[in-house]
């Protein structure tokens, strides 16, 4: 694989591993050093990359790997906060610094969801991956993605719903 | 977007069983203002999921780590080398002044000289050695009687 074409297939894909690894590691700093590691290690297999039919999968697998080990390597209980930026919508400034409350309480919330389930939720809801894809990179059947998927999700929304109807504390 | 279908595809959401089309539909739902009030925390569901989307890596990646270059650093040894071992070595040949060589074949020639005398002498011992064994051989004769 030459650099041209490393930088049109595998590249773009730096968004989409960053955010995993951010999901997983929780620090900005660690999932940005991450990513830079997991492309440097892409690079340096550059050769071997072209008999992976799915580089996209390949990447994500290495990915998910590569940050559940630096998991094991030091269970870091770190949990630097994480600043987000929220668009504004054009709702009345209760409504919205209700909504902004609870956009942030989905993060938490999903942190503090297991590390498999994390995972399915982040590459289903927000990177929009099929069944089958999940199952790939994470090397399970896409039946097991689906009730993974499923328990974190009503976990979420039952949280959700707990913390809406007593009110914001 | 009808609110009961809506509420369906939600349910659907949560067993796990909606297609990423109808997922689609839900988070374009959930984007817009007017949502049923009982369906607020979804809002909050899907706006994070949302805003999660346009995270972006912002670093730099760099694809050659610089790792350190040390070929230079065998040059110049060899080169320090080079240049110690030509300098020792004229050092040592300046070192032999006229007069040390005078004296060095003085030296030489006593040496030579010596060694000479010596020789002669062992010479000179050597013959008195090989005369007295002739006597000895006489002297056996006689004790043995051989038959000459």
């Known amino acids: 694989m030459k650099q041209t074409e490393f930088l049109n297939t595998v590249l773009p894909l730096k968004d989409k591993v960053y955010r995993l690894a951010k999901r997983l590691l929780v620090s900005r700093d660690e999932a940005e050093d991450a990513t830079q590691e997991l492309y440097f290690k892409l690079w340096k297999n550059k050769k071997k990359l072209k008999d992976y039919k799915n580089v996209e999968a390949f990447a994500m697998t290495m990915t998910k790997n590569y940050c559940l080990d630096q998991l094991k390597a030091k269970r870091s209980n770190n949990l630097t906060l994480v600043h987000s930026n929220y668009k504004d919508g054009n709702i009345s400034l209760q409504k919205e610094m209700e909504l902004k409350d609870s956009v942030s309480k989905v993060h938490e919330l999903i942190a503090t969801l297991p590390e498999k389930q994390k995972m399915i939720i982040q590459l289903r809801d927000v990177e929009n991956y099929e069944f089958e894809e999940i199952g790939k990179i994470l090397d399970l059947q896409p039946t097991a993605v689906r009730v993974a998927l499923s328990r974190a999700r009503k976990t979420i929304r039952e949280q959700l719903t707990k913390q809406h109807n007593y009110g914001i504390s | ?148």
């Not at chain 2, 049923?36 to 999921?49: D, G, I, Q, S, V």
């Not at chain 2, 989307?53 to 912002?58: A, D, Q, S, V």
């Open chain 2, 1 to 148: 977007m009808e609110l009961a279908n809506i509420e369906n595809l939600l349910e659907k959401y949560d067993n796990a069983a909606t297609s990423l089309q109808e997922e689609a539909i839900l988070k374009e739902y959930f984007a817009t203002e007017d949502v049923a009030p009982h369906l607020l925390e979804y809002k909050a569901l899907f706006t994070y999921f949302n805003n999660n989307k346009e995270e972006r890596f912002t670093k730099t990646i760099p694809l050659k780590r610089k790792q350190p270059n040390f070929w230079w650093l065998s040059i110049a040894a060899s080169v320090v080398l080079m240049v110690s071992i030509y300098v020792s070595s004229n050092s040592e040949i300046d070192t032999i002044t006229p007069q040390e060589q005078e004296l060095a074949e003085q030296a030489l020639k006593d040496t030579q000289k010596a060694f000479q005398l010596i020789s002669q002498n062992l010479n000179k011992g050597g013959n008195v050695a090989i005369a007295g064994l002739s006597e000895f051989e006489k002297a056996q004769n006689k004790v043995f009687k051989t038959e000459q």
